[in-house]
Each structure stands twice: as structure tokens, then as C-alpha cells.
């Protein structure tokens, strides 16, 4: 059959159901990745036990942890240099390309080292996310499907977005997010084919997600669980209009310091091994420093730990928190720049909660009888620096 040749919609769905499968799994599988090497790498441990919303034990390998990144940048670079050069990056940027300049074709062994890659980028302290490597890792998924069965650049593109949109699915437990993210960023050309395809393999994902990783949300904050929580009078609302200009800048910003950073990298003397190296070694400095001075870690990781102390209101000095933004970016650009396998997603949230934390208690300390909660505040900062 021509592979021009439309495929019928009784196919497509079955597809759509395996990939959303394949994803779910995924999801878990690339999880499980990132707490082995997390747990040996940081803790000396053979365990895939690892709650990212828990703090790191600091007390391990004392000043040697700054060699942690290093080694993981090691690993990284090989696995990238030898077997799929477009396994370095983010992960989305890969994927709008193969859709727009590549007629929707990702190699199959992108999988195994997108996953090896970010996870070992991640789990050795990479100031990084884990849901752009899944999204690489998902789309290639259905792209390898719409090659497998031949079918019109089209419509195997949009089996790539079903199983991106499974891969967001299934590791926030958040179906109705795989699907608006898949139609706003992957789909070409939206119809109400595409939608329903990418709709069932979300929501497959969606399943076999909560099978093996639990309904548990990815933030639990039992204040937030209040309907009433953090809005009272209504005046206090007009601050989220400079709030939300305040995150366009530095959203602005975040992404014009990764840029830089990247350019920078690539124009140093040296390979990609040393270059990778050096970023590494000095995101190790500064968790080092981090653990020295401020008790844990902080900005290494994902930093949903750190997230989730500042939505629960561990975390609550304004000035620490604005240090906290800046130290996060720039141990983000370093990993990134240098050549590690992640996103800037986690980055964006990390970013967005502790800007609008420092926000949300300085605005309390000018208006005392303010009424809107700081996780609020913490909360509109982390949709808009995604945003």
C-alpha cells in the first residue's frame, strides 16, 4: 500500500491505544531510570525508590558531591556523542523539528538513549525536567508506529502528539494537560480525527499511569484542598497584573540566558565532553555550597522538594527566595548550555513558585491586610513562567 495512502480511523485508534500504552509505561520505566541513578550516584544505594518531592540526605559524600554532576555529565556525553546526537537538548525543540523538517521520523534508538541520557543527567543533580525527555520519548513512540504501518506524514504526526500527550499524561496524572499540550504545541492542523486519537491515548496513558504511579497529585498540599483558600477581597486580584509582567520578563529572560548559554558552550575550545564536564562541575559547586550554607541541595534535580516547601510554606523569606530564582536559572543555563539531556519545564515551575512566593510576601509586608495566600501567588507564578 502507498504510503500516501490515507489509514482508516479503526486502525488509527488501535494505535492510538497501544501508544498510549507504550507511554504510560514509558512514563514509569524513565522514573525508575532517574531513581537508580539518582540513589547510587547521590546516595551510594542500588534502589529505584526516589520521591523528588523529598529532600536529598546531605550528608553522604560531603565535598566529593561536586563530582556527581561530573561523573553524570561523563556518561551523558558518551551515550549522546555515540549512539543519537538528537538526544541532547530539551526534548520538544526535537520533536517540532522531526515534525516540520523531518516528515514526522524519529530513529527508534532515540527512545532507549533519550531515556538513559536525561535520566542519568537528572539523577546525578542536573538542574533539569523530566517531562520534555518524556515527551521526546513518547513521540518517538508514535512516530515509530506511523513508520512501522505506512501511512501519510499527517497522520503519523499526529500519532507523534498522541504520544506526546500520553508521556504528559501519564507522568503528571493529568490527561486533560497531555491533550491541550498536544494541540497546542505538536498537532500541524487540528480536527476533530486528531483530537479523538490523541484524546484516547492520553487517556490510556492516563490509566496504566495511575496503575503503577499511583492517583497521589504531583504537589499535595492539603491547604489548597480548601475551596476558599487564599482569596478574599477581591482588590488584592489587581496584583496579579504586574505579577504576570514581572514573569513575562523573566520568563524573557530564562530563555534568552539558555540561548546564550548554549552559544557560549559551543564556542568554547574542546569537545563536547570537556565542555559538558566543566558545566557539570560547576553545578556541583553550587549544590555543594547550597548543602553547606542552606542545609540541602535546593536547585540540583527536578526541585519539586523545593517546590513543594514553598507551596506549603517552608519556605517563606522573600530575599532566600529570590536567590533561590537566580541560582536555579543559572544552574539551569550550565546544564543545558553544556549539553545534558532535560527541559526547562520543572526549571519554569522551580522558578515561577519561588518568584511568586518572593512576590506574594513582599506585596504582604507593604499591604498587611492583603487576603490572597502566598502559594497563590506561588502557584500564578509557576502557570506563568510555563506560560
Not at 494505535?15 to 525508575?32: D, E, Q, T
Not at 521526546?136 to 504526526?157: K, N
Not at 520543572?346 to 509586608?365: K, N, Q, R, V
Request: glycine content about 14%; aromatic content about 12%.
Amino acid at each position: 500500500m502507498p504510503e500516501t495512502e490515507n489509514r482508516n480511523i479503526v486502525l488509527l485508534c488501535v494505535l492510538a491505544v497501544f501508544i498510549g500504552v507504550i507511554g504510560g509505561i514509558g512514563a514509569w520505566v524513565f522514573r525508575l531510570l532517574i531513581g537508580f541513578f539518582h540513589n547510587l550516584l547521590f546516595l551510594g544505594q542500588f534502589s529505584l525508590h526516589y520521591d523528588a518531592n523529598i529532600h536529598t540526605p546531605t550528608n553522604v559524600w560531603g565535598p566529593g558531591i561536586i563530582l556527581v554532576p561530573v561523573i553524570g555529565a561523563v556518561g551523558v556525553a558518551w551515550l549522546v556523542k555515540t549512539f543519537a546526537p538528537e538526544a541532547k537538548g530539551h526534548g520538544v525543540p526535537e520533536v517540532m523539528d522531526a515534525i516540520y523538517y523531518n516528515e514526522g521520523r524519529i530513529r527508534p534508538v532515540v527512545v532507549i538513549v533519550k531515556s538513559l541520557a536525561s535520566a542519568l543527567s537528572i539523577g546525578s543533580g542536573g538542574a533539569i525536567g523530566r517531562e520534555g525527555p518524556i515527551i521526546q520519548i513518547g513521540a518517538t513512540f508514535g512516530s515509530v508506529m506511523g513508520s512501522w504501518v505506512a501511512m501519510p506524514t499527517r497522520q503519523r504526526v499526529i500519532l507523534m502528539a498522541a504520544g506526546a500527550g500520553a508521556g504528559i499524561a501519564a507522568t503528571f496524572n493529568a490527561p486533560l494537560g497531555g491533550i491541550l499540550f498536544a494541540v497546542e504545541l505538536l498537532l500541524v492542523s487540528i480536527s476533530a480525527q486528531s483530537i479523538f486519537l490523541v484524546a484516547t491515548s492520553t487517556i490510556m496513558a492516563t490509566y496504566i499511569g495511575r496503575q503503577l504511579l499511583g492517583t497521589s497529585p504531583s504537589f499535595d498540599v492539603p491547604a489548597l484542598q480548601i475551596p476558599a483558600f487564599g482569596v478574599g477581597d477581591n482588590w488584592g486580584l489587581i496584583l496579579f497584573l504586574p505579577f504576570g509582567l514581572l514573569c513575562g520578563l523573566a520568563g524573557t529572560a530564562f530563555v534568552r540566558a539558555i540561548y546564550w548559554a548554549e552559544d557560549k558552550f559551543d564556542a568554547m575550545p574542546g569537545n563536547y565532553y570537556s565542555r559538558h564536564m566543566i558545566g557539570m562541575a560547576l553545578v556541583g559547586v553550587m549544590i555543594y555550597l547550597m548543602q553547606l550554607y542552606a542545609g540541602h541541595f535546593y536547585v540540583q534535580g527536578v526541585g519539586y522538594a523545593t517546590i513543594l516547601d514553598v507551596l506549603v510554606g517552608a519556605l517563606s523569606d522573600p530575599w532566600f527566595l529570590l536567590l533561590l530564582f537566580g541560582l536555579k536559572m543559572v544552574a539551569t543555563c550550565l546544564t543545558l548550555g553544556s549539553g545534558a539531556s532535560g527541559d526547562v519545564f520543572s526549571p519554569s515551575l522551580f522558578m515561577g513558585a519561588t518568584l511568586g512566593a518572593a512576590f506574594g510576601s513582599i506585596m504582604h509586608m507593604i499591604f498587611p491586610a492583603l487576603e490572597v495566600g502566598i502559594p497563590v501567588f506561588a502557584i500564578a507564578g509557576m502557570a506563568a513562567m510555563i506560560g
